[in-house]
């Protein structure tokens, strides 16, 4: 067990329709990193936030958004879903902005598109 | 930007056996770090281990070893004495070194699926 969690851990809904995805870091970690997993993109880099700050984004659609809020758990909000949008979402933290060592990673949420 | 490349999609070893799985990337930076992260069927990832570009040593953990070799840009990882528990996909991944603009983002390989035979 990683300390980060993540709920729910399966989530199936209609294409159109918006979800919203929760992160809860190890404790006292202040990054929170969103990577997606899909059979077509492999594993990429989503977005992060620090200590409730936006610090960077990567292949992030913009039907996606992101948010980290005081008590530091993220919510990662996906909206006009698609069939593409089916994946594994994982959630990582980290103590530091920029860690030199690892990133936790949280059980993923998988998103099923129907 | 950053790629890393892993150019076997599967593999198989017998158990006890030795296996050694490649990974090549492509930087221009001086200082980065690398890693191999474990998906067993559970979908969890696992850090296995990690190197720091600046260190010429190559990390080993338990079983688990890495040869590093940064002109040829090339991050092989080496398990010894396969269990079946070894049984899962592998990734290898990149991270720059953390200063000023770099977040600490770690950027994947494709995955390596690895069976580990009775």
């Known amino acids: 067990d990683s300390g980060v969690t993540q709920t729910p851990k399966h989530l199936i809904t209609a294409t159109g329709q918006r979800v919203t995805l929760r992160c809860s870091p190890r404790?006292?970690?202040?990054?929170v990193y969103w990577y997606q997993q899909s059979l077509d993109q492999g594993l990429q880099f989503l977005i992060q936030y620090y200590n409730g700050e936006e610090r960077a984004k990567g292949n992030i659609l913009e039907r996606f958004s992101a948010q980290q809020f005081p008590d530091l758990h993220s919510e990662l909000n996906l909206s006009s879903l698609e069939l593409g949008d089916s994946a594994l979402y994982f959630c990582?933290?980290?103590?530091?902005?920029?860690?030199?060592?690892?990133?936790?990673f949280g059980p993923g949420t998988r998103l099923t598109v129907t | 930007a950053q790629t890393v490349t892993q150019s076997q999609p599967e593999m198989s070893v017998q158990e006890a056996e030795t296996v050694t799985l490649s990974c090549t990337y492509d930087t221009s930076e001086s200082n980065y770090y690398l890693f191999w992260y474990k998906q067993p069927p559970s979908r969890q990832m696992i850090l296995v281990i990690r190197q720091e570009a600046y260190k010429q040593q190559n990390a080993t953990e338990n079983r688990f070893s890495v040869n590093f070799q940064k002109a040829a840009k090339s991050f092989s990882l080496k398990i010894s004495d396969s269990q079946l528990g070894d049984t899962a996909m592998y990734f290898c991944a990149f991270m720059k070194s953390p200063n000023a603009g770099n977040t600490g983002k770690l950027i994947f390989g494709q995955g390596t699926t690895l069976q580990v035979k009775p």
């Open positions: 990582a933290s980290s103590v530091a902005l920029a860690p030199v060592y690892e990133q936790y």
């Open positions: 404790s006292g970690d202040l990054s």
